[in-house]
């Protein structure tokens, strides 16, 4: 199988490409990245040669139709996972536009451009496949008990939920109207290497780290599912390899925490790994809630431990401290993502490849 991933160089994205051509030796990836502040061609660094040899790395925009439409034309895509979206849900605030262009546009012109490659007199290419990586934030916010299910009404309070929504139904809507062989994924919060250093976890390590506060929304007490990022990768391998068109599947770690105690742990772990004194619980800093902040989201993924034979392996306190050790390990990368410093790595590497 071909496929085409697209977000390829963000964090849960370049995760995946080393899961999967580390586990399928005959697999080929096209990999697509506009190469924004996330978007990190370093990410690739540590690839093999032979699985340098099966992935192909392009840079751009899937909010560019032609762009698109000539890779469709260049290799026999048979599958896409598009994880390429604006995802950071205070800079949704900030600027919407941006995200209702990359998330609900972008999303439009791939299922567009797959629906001219794929579709041939009104028969679905064999094995094709068009796989969304959503969200958990459609769903809203949950109370002190219960789970997001399937089911569940979306209920976004962002905009960076509202347009991964939005996203999911215009994907839904190609199923339902052509036929198109689709599946949505629905993960709860991701954590491990190669993410970027707004989002809590690695935020917190660097600040930590530079002995900075570390800012937390509220009271801290918002309730977030941590799902370390090689389970996700594996449940998405799942679904690609075995998921029912049309299907929404949901994915989550079952390790729900209050941000107040995430925190408190990786300054008790960064501590112990550092033996740094000044990493401690005075760092932490309240500041004012953000608009719309969800209190709590807890996933129910039965549906595809049931029906595809996925359920995460990895144990909370051993992911949270192999993602701090990695961290520790890559300070440099962070100054090189942070800076934008990797677009040098990107000129070296890659450029002339593509």
């Keep these: 199988m071909r496929l ?56 751009g925009d899937i909010c560019d139709p032609e762009k698109i439409a000539d890779i469709f034309k260049k290799y026999s895509v048979d599958c896409i996972v598009n994880f390429a979206a604006e995802s950071h849900v205070d800079r949704s605030i900030s600027d919407p536009q941006v995200f209702f262009k990359s998330n609900i546009l972008g ?22 496949k068009f796989l969304q ?24 309070h962002s905009p960076y ?45 660097r600040n930590a780290l530079k002995h900075l506060p570390l800012p ?4 801290g ?12 990768c594996r449940a998405i391998d799942n679904v690609v390899q075995k998921g029912n068109s049309g299907q929404v599947y949901n994915i989550g770690g079952n390790n729900e925490l209050q941000n107040i105690d995430l925190v408190t742990l990786l300054l008790t772990i960064l501590q112990e790994e550092t033996g740094d004194p000044e990493i401690n619980e005075t760092l932490i800093t309240f500041v004012k809630d953000r608009p719309g902040h969800d209190r709590r989201y807890a996933i129910d993924s039965s549906k595809i431990q049931d029906e595809l034979g996925w359920k995460p392996k990895t144990n909370f306190n051993e992911g949270i401290r192999r993602t ?4 520790l390990h890559n300070q440099d990368w962070m100054e090189h993502v942070i800076s934008g410093e990797y677009m040098q790595f990107y000129e070296n590497n890659y450029q002339n490849r593509t």
């Design 4 to 59: 085409f991933v697209t977000g390829a160089a963000g964090f849960i994205g370049s995760n995946f490409l080393y899961y999967y051509l580390w586990k399928y030796p005959e697999s080929e990836i096209i990999g697509y990245d506009k190469l924004t502040y996330a978007g990190n061609p370093e990410n690739f660094f540590n690839l093999s040669e032979d699985e340098k040899s099966r992935f192909t790395f392009i840079k």
């Design 107 to 128: 999303t439009g012109i791939l299922l567009d451009a797959a629906k001219k490659m794929w579709l041939k007199e009104g028969d679905w290419r064999e094995n094709c």
């Design 221 to 232: 007490k918002q309730v977030r599912d941590w799902l370390y990022v090689k389970d996700h």
């Design 324 to 327: 701090i050790r990695w961290y």
């Design 133 to 156: 990586i959503s969200t958990d934030e459609v769903y809203g916010a949950l109370g002190p008990e219960g789970y997001f299910t399937e089911k569940s009404p979306l209920d976004p």
């Design 161 to 205: 939920s509202a347009s991964k929504a939005a996203a999911d139904l215009m994907v839904k809507a190609y199923h339902d109207t052509y036929t198109m062989p689709v599946m949505i994924t629905r993960c709860s919060n991701n954590y491990g290497p190669h993410q970027f250093p707004e989002k809590l976890i690695p935020l917190m390590i």
């Design 216 to 219: 937390l929304y509220g009271d």
